[in-house]
C-alpha cells in the first residue's frame, strides 16, 4: 500500500520539480531501493548525495545522525532488529548487504552483539535478545486470587 502511494506520488509530482529539485529524484532513488529491497542499495543512495540543510532533517530522521559519517546508523540499527528477529543462521555474505558494511565490518560489528561465526562455512549464528517484561503486580488481583484458591481449598 505504501509504495503504491509513493509510486503514486512520483507519477503525479510535476516533470519541472523533478528536474530542478535534485534532492526530490534522490530520496526517490532511496524509495526505490526500498521497494526492490535493495538494502544494500540504499546505503548507496543515502551516501551518493550531499543533502541540503533543508533535507537534513528529512534524511536524518530516517537514517539516524548526520553528517554523512552517520548517515546510516539509524537504518544500520534497525536492519540489524530485522535481522535478529528473522534469522537463526544467515551467511556473512547477506548480512553485509542488509547491513551496508563490508563483510568483516559486518561480522565484528554482530559478533560484538554477541553473534556466533562459523569461518569455514561462513555462517552466523544469531543471538536472540532476552526480552525482559516488567510485571506489575496489582494488590487486588492478588486478593482475588488468593480467595479464588481458598474457596477451592475449603
Not at 81 to 100: H, R, V
Request: proline content about 5%.
Amino acid at each position: 500500500m505504501c509504495s503504491n502511494s509513493a509510486r503514486y506520488l512520483w507519477k503525479t509530482t510535476p516533470a519541472g520539480i523533478k528536474e530542478n529539485r535534485p534532492e526530490v529524484a534522490a530520496a526517490w532513488k532511496i524509495g526505490q531501493r526500498l521497494w526492490t529491497r535493495d538494502y544494500g542499495g540504499v546505503y548507496e543512495a543515502i551516501r551518493e548525495f550531499n543533502w541540503s540543510p533543508e533535507a537534513r532533517d528529512l534524511v536524518a530522521s530516517f537514517t539516524g545522525k548526520f553528517p554523512p559519517d552517520f548517515l546510516c546508523k539509524l537504518y544500520t540499527k534497525r536492519m540489524f532488529k530485522l535481522l535478529e528477529s528473522a534469522y537463526s543462521t544467515i551467511s556473512i555474505q547477506d548480512t553485509a548487504l542488509f547491513l551496508g558494511m563490508s563483510e568483516d565490518d559486518a561480522t565484528n560489528y554482530v559478533i560484538q552483539q554477541g553473534w556466533g561465526v562459523d569461518p569455514a562455512y561462513r555462517m552466523l549464528t544469531v543471538k536472540k535478545q532476552v526480552v525482559v517484561t516488567e510485571q506489575k503486580l496489582d494488590p487486588s488481583k492478588l486478593q482475588q486470587l488468593t480467595e479464588y484458591v481458598f474457596h477451592l481449598e475449603h
